[in-house]
């Protein structure tokens, strides 16, 4: 309908005389024709501001394509910049994710400090092998004085998470799995951080005490009595 009736377009355009895209690399086609619509009519335009990352695209199971991005900005009339510092990785896994990618531009972090290793280690066997030798790094570095609670081991789906479990299990490696012994809720979720807080204090939690009572009063404002985790809040301030 945007797209076959011009009244339709400046309608919109008219209310909305400018679009902000975050994420644009997660667009499903069909939200891309209708920014395109809208942003592109040479009678009537909103003005497009996108942001996004191909190489960040994690939606492919809802349809999205990540090279729409990528076109929208090889247009003539769309200016394209290029972001070069990155806010939320260190040195280390910048340059390892730039040779993985073969990107060509040069992006440095904001904090210069290495920030830890990044190795690659080549494992034959499969997935259970893989996790096997996971798990025997994870010991190792528990025995030179890493915590438990500062080892994550990452997996693509649920399953491979739940299996992984079990093998650091077998192997004597306690391991916690989240979302596997209760839904995470706004309840579930305040109660770990109370605890976090408790235990580890503001500064290493990274919990202050007076957003908790922020996010507690939040919860009492609610339709608290009809509330599926009272009960379980309940029973464990109890």
């Known amino acids: 309908m945007v797209e076959g009736h011009e009244f339709v377009r400046h309608v919109l355009t008219s209310r909305y005389p400018v679009i902000y895209v975050d994420e644009s690399q997660d667009l499903a086609p ?48 769309v200016t394209r910049i ?38 690659a280690h080549y494992v034959p066997g499969g997935y259970d092998a893989q996790v096997r030798a ?25 399953f491979e998470c739940s299996r992984a479990a079990a093998i650091f299990r077998d192997s004597g490696t306690p391991v916690f799995v989240r979302g596997s012994d209760y839904p995470q809720t706004p309840a579930t979720m305040l109660i770990e951080a109370l605890a976090a807080w408790s235990v580890l204090g503001h500064e290493d939690s990274g919990h202050r005490l007076g957003r908790l009572l922020q996010r507690w009063r939040g919860l009492l404002a609610g339709d608290w009595n009809r509330d599926s985790n009272f009960e379980l809040v309940r029973s464990l301030v109890r």
């Open 30 to 77: 069909g939200l891309d024709r209708l920014v395109k619509a809208l942003c592109f009519d040479y009678y009537n335009s909103s003005d497009l501001f996108a942001v996004g990352d191909p190489d960040q695209a994690i939606y492919g199971w809802t349809g999205s394509r990540p090279e729409l991005l990528d076109e929208l900005g090889a247009r003539s009339d």
């Open 82 to 119: 290029y972001l070069d510092i990155n806010y939320r990785s260190k040195a280390e896994i910048i340059k390892h994710s730039i040779r993985i990618l073969d990107n060509f531009r040069r992006i440095r972090a904001r904090n210069e400090d290495e920030g830890g290793l990044v190795e």
């Open 134 to 158: 996971a798990a025997q790094l994870a010991v190792s570095r528990h025995k030179s004085g890493t915590a438990l609670n500062e080892i994550a081991v990452l997996c693509v789906t649920n």
